[in-house]
């Protein structure tokens, strides 16, 4: 089978170069678009137990279209095998995660995106420690590519993490104004005094004689050339994506 990528795309579905659709304007403008060709040529190949997954009759790329119906995802062919696994189990915790992972961030309620990633260290049932986890509470499919995901089921203990950034921050952070392009950035003071900058989400700091815990949100110089150095977090996060709590 041809590889396909941003040069060499599929020229019906247009995977390799289309990650998302909005759903709705598909069918808005299929008409005078060539959404209409790739809606014709996407059939239903089977119901999840949440949203459904399209195959291409062109190419075989499967799409996956989200629970309420509003955005359409291509899915790599290497996330197949995980969202199958995610299918077949209810990826459900205990109690008492639910309500550790709900005193590290607010999570009774889903938001629009039907998803909360919440930053812990989680421990497997194999031993592995994850210092720089993530549970991802969501109704839909583990098909996002900038993730490394795995299932809830392999969690066996769930605490903060140590490298994580105070709640409050990590919103200061979240809500930061873009000032140019690319580049919404956050002044954080250290407990050892420092300053970094940060750019965007952020969700831990990894900084030798840093206690994380203890950060602080500072206030912007005016010149962007008084700004601190920027913090670029290395380490790898892994998302564990868990169901939401039954009601």
């Known amino acids: 089978m041809k590889t396909l990528s941003v040069n060499s795309p599929c020229p019906v579905c247009h995977a390799g170069k289309l990650l998302t659709v909005n759903w709705r304007h598909m069918h808005e ?14 059939h239903h190949e089977r119901a999840l137990k949440a949203g459904d997954i399209y195959c291409c009759q062109h190419c075989d790329e499967r799409w996956y279209l989200d629970s309420k119906q509003r955005m359409l995802a291509h899915i790599s062919a290497d996330k197949l095998p995980l969202v199958s696994a995610w299918h077949d189990q209810a990826l459900t915790l205990t109690p008492e995660q639910y309500q550790l992972l709900a005193e590290i961030e607010d999570c009774d309620k889903l938001d629009r995106r039907q998803s909360h990633a919440i930053p812990c260290q989680v421990t497997t049932h194999d031993g ?4 720089f986890a993530e549970v991802v509470i969501q109704r839909d499919a583990p098909v996002e590519d900038y993730r490394e995901y795995r299932l809830a089921s392999a969690i066996a203990s769930i605490s903060p993490s140590p490298y994580a950034l105070p709640k409050a921050v990590r919103h200061e952070c979240g809500w930061a104004q873009e000032i140019r392009m690319g580049f919404a950035p956050t002044l954080l003071l250290l407990s050892n005094g420092e300053q970094v900058t940060v750019n965007g989400i952020s969700t831990f700091i990894n900084l030798e004689g840093v206690d994380a815990s203890k950060t602080q949100v500072g206030e912007l110089p005016h ?19 868990a169901s939401p709590a039954p009601k």
């Open 223 to 241: 010149s962007m050339v008084d700004f601190p150095k920027i913090y670029h977090f290395q380490s790898k996060i892994v998302s564990f994506i």
């Open 128 to 131: 592995t420690v994850y210092p």
């Open 29 to 42: 403008q299929a008409k005078d678009s060539e959404y209409g060709i790739m809606l014709a040529n996407l």
